[in-house]
């Protein structure tokens, strides 16, 4: 007759590392998702302002001041073209963000960069 005290700690033992990995892979997933939606919101919001006749400076300081999902000093904010905008051309705002997945693990996040983009046409 075998003996198998040890059967369920065992098992045990080898599904809590992966159920660990799994939830904080769900949590960090659900954390950058939540970054790439509000920084759709900010661009959008930003290429509107543009398009109203903001300059470049009040654009990008819209974007760094409204981004809360983060570290807004490390949004890279691009507007094309750049200066004086004519009525009736169009602007584009570009918007970048550095994100790491899986941060929990520290040296061993992979880093992952969120890309956000908004046209609009100058009134």
Same mark, same amino acid.
Request: hydrophobic share 40%; proline share 4%; aromatic share 10%.
């Given at each position: 007759?075998?003996?198998?005290?040890? #059967?369920?700690?065992?098992?045990?033992?080898? %599904?809590?590392? %992966?159920?660990?990995?799994?939830?904080?892979?769900?949590?960090?997933?659900?954390?950058?998702?939540?970054? #790439?939606? #509000?920084?759709?919101? @900010?661009? #959008?919001?930003?290429?509107?302002?543009?398009?109203?006749?903001?300059? /470049?400076?009040?654009?990008?300081?819209?974007?760094?001041?409204?981004?809360?999902?983060? /570290?807004?000093?490390? %949004?890279? @904010?691009?507007?094309?073209?750049?200066?004086?905008? /004519?009525?009736?051309?169009? @602007?584009?705002? /570009? *918007?970048?963000?550095?994100?790491? *997945?899986?941060?929990?693990?520290?040296?061993?996040?992979?880093?992952? +960069?969120?890309? +956000?983009?908004?046209?609009?046409?100058?009134?």
């Amino acid at each position: 007759m075998r003996r198998e005290n040890g #059967q369920s700690t065992v098992e045990f033992a080898i %599904l809590v590392p %992966l159920i660990f990995f799994l939830l904080i892979g769900v949590v960090d997933f659900g954390r950058v998702i939540h970054s #790439q939606l #509000q920084l759709e919101l @900010v661009t #959008q919001d930003a290429a509107r302002m543009a398009g109203l006749g903001e300059s /470049d400076e009040m654009v990008k300081s819209y974007a760094i001041d409204n981004f809360v999902s983060g /570290d807004a000093s490390e %949004l890279s @904010v691009n507007v094309s073209p750049a200066g004086e905008k /004519d009525p009736g051309t169009y @602007v584009t705002v /570009d *918007i970048t963000y550095p994100e790491k *997945i899986f941060n929990a693990f520290g040296d061993y996040a992979i880093p992952f +960069t969120v890309k +956000t983009s908004s046209t609009t046409r100058v009134e």
